[in-house]
């Protein structure tokens, strides 16, 4: 039976999958920066500027008015924590991502296994938010962790295959 897409498709869609996710990484790199150094008036003016708009059209809107709430009850500590937060995980998602564009055999399955973790993570919050952003990006990481598996078997069988030729030559 003919496959739905061919290796090369695969590797298309695993390239814009990580180009995706590298984009997400970089801006938590750059909302950790932001965070850590922004006062608490300067980040909820900030916020209030960009959802101002949506908050006039709708004064309910869950969304709006969640991120606002959140800002407006950040403590220090918490504002440090949540820039750690971001910094770390756009750093560990950016090394990984790099690790699978280089084709580096240890990032695959530590890919998968933080990715799977973040899958679990997701599910947890949406059980609670409902947000279907969460659910996007679950779904999203699923599809990641999927074309990754994918393409770890592909570059093991290809590591089998060279192996077995160059043990046949000598």
Do not use: C
Request: proline share 2%; charged share 15%; aromatic share 16%.
């Amino acid at each position: 039976m003919k496959p739905i897409i061919n290796e090369k498709e695969y590797w298309g869609l695993f390239e814009i999958s990580l180009f995706i996710k590298g984009i997400n990484a970089l801006a938590d790199i750059v909302g950790g920066i932001i965070i850590w150094s922004t006062s608490k008036l300067v980040l909820i003016t900030f916020l209030l500027d960009i959802f101002q708009h949506e908050l006039s059209d709708s004064p309910k809107d869950y969304l709006a008015n969640f991120i606002v709430n959140s800002a407006e009850a950040l403590s220090v500590s918490s504002q440090y924590f949540l820039s750690i937060y971001l910094l770390l995980h756009g750093i560990v998602k950016s090394l990984l991502l790099i690790g699978l564009y280089k084709k580096k055999i240890w990032a695959y399955p530590t890919s998968i296994i933080i990715f799977s973790l973040l899958i679990f993570y997701e599910l947890y919050t949406y059980y609670f938010s409902h947000s279907l952003w969460t659910l996007a990006f679950t779904f999203f990481d699923i599809l990641l962790v999927l074309l990754t598996g994918h393409e770890y078997g592909v570059l093991k069988k290809k590591q089998r295959l060279a192996k077995n030729n160059s043990s046949q030559i000598v």
